[in-house]
């Protein structure tokens, strides 16, 4: 074989060697971590973030029927780690546009986060309800039922219902580790 032949060799199989490992090790993390439903995570400074927080709160006391800043104030929230804040924000988005699954999703991490897992649960199976086929409620649910609630089969059935849509991304192969977890685990350490 020539030179570059078998550096290419080489060098694909450390690619798939590493591919694999990261596949692996994404599956295999023991928590898992919720996720929104609408806007993802933004990127900037805290002062960016107080910033458009502060502007947000400016707008929403002018035109409380501003659904879009409700949801930015909101999402900002989210972003700063400030459940109750999030929660009450969302809660005024939903007054407005109470069938959005993505709010209902983000409100429901953040009751989550707050410690309030019925919420979150209703909010799961609200948004799953009003779409059928949205990925991200599921796969809260599913966090929810095997981390906070301890109920590994709601877990499994939640994820199962994702996988059935999405069998094949990132999130579905993660999702498949977490329920071999599930089913491996002896009984009373779910």
Do not use: C
């Amino acid at each position: 074989m020539k030179k570059e032949n078998i550096l290419f060799v080489i060098i694909a199989l450390i690619v798939g060697l590493l591919g694999g490992y990261l596949v692996f090790s994404i599956a295999g993390k023991k928590q898992a971590v919720p996720v929104g439903g609408g806007v993802p995570l933004g990127a900037g400074s805290p002062t960016d973030y107080q910033k458009r927080i502060t502007e947000a709160e400016k707008i929403v006391a002018r035109e409380p029927a501003n659904l879009q800043a409700w949801v930015q104030l909101g999402n900002d929230y989210f972003d700063t780690g400030q459940p109750q804040k999030a929660i009450t924000a969302y809660g005024k988005a939903l007054e407005l546009k109470p069938d959005d699954p993505n709010i209902l999703t983000d409100q429901g991490v953040m009751f989550k986060q707050a410690g309030a897992f019925d919420k979150a649960i209703a909010n799961f199976e609200r948004a799953h309800q009003v779409d059928p086929k949205h990925l991200q409620s599921l796969y809260n649910m599913g966090v929810v039922y095997s981390e906070d609630l301890r109920q590994p089969d709601k877990a499994i059935k939640a994820w199962s219902r994702y996988l059935e849509l999405d069998s094949t991304s990132p999130t579905a192969q993660q999702i498949k580790g977490m329920i071999e977890q599930l089913k491996a685990a002896p009984k009373g350490f779910k």
